[in-house]
């Protein structure tokens, strides 16, 4: 039972990368998804999520309109399709699950957690 996240690497500034997020072992067609990242001597903080049935949406006010989160419930799988990326975006970003039909965008709102990916951005 686990999230696998990856598609991390180095980037340059105003670059792009697309995460995905599978979850294997269990199916979460009913819990909400959450990004999250944390960058080195920072707190864990939140990026995007998306809710169980993709009606919800939300994302932190420094990646609106560059960062965009989707799902495929049959694939069990959701991606965070990064753009525009800064040197301020680097930063190991997790993915996670809510409890089921859970929603936030707080840490505590969230109860399963992927390991991380390691996203770069330099020139």
């Known amino acids: 039972v686990q999230l696998q996240a990856s598609g991390g690497g180095l980037v340059q500034p105003g670059g792009s990368l697309r995460l995905s997020c599978a979850a294997s072992?269990?199916?979460?067609?009913?819990?909400?998804i959450g990004w999250f990242r944390q960058a080195p001597g920072k707190e864990r903080e939140f990026v995007a999520a998306?809710?169980?049935?993709?009606?919800?949406?939300k994302y932190v006010d420094s990646v609106k309109g560059r960062f965009t989160i989707s799902r495929d419930n049959g694939k069990n799988t959701v991606w965070l399709q990064m753009n525009s990326l800064l040197p301020e975006d680097t930063a190991v970003y997790y993915c996670?699950?809510?409890?089921?039909?859970?929603?936030?965008?707080?840490?505590?709102?969230?109860?399963?957690w992927g390991q991380g990916t390691q996203v770069t951005v330099s020139s």
């Open positions: 996670a699950a809510s409890p089921e039909y859970g929603w936030g965008t707080s840490l505590y709102d969230y109860d399963f």
């Open positions: 072992g269990f199916t979460s067609d009913n819990d909400a």
């Open positions: 998306i809710s169980w049935n993709i009606v919800n949406t």
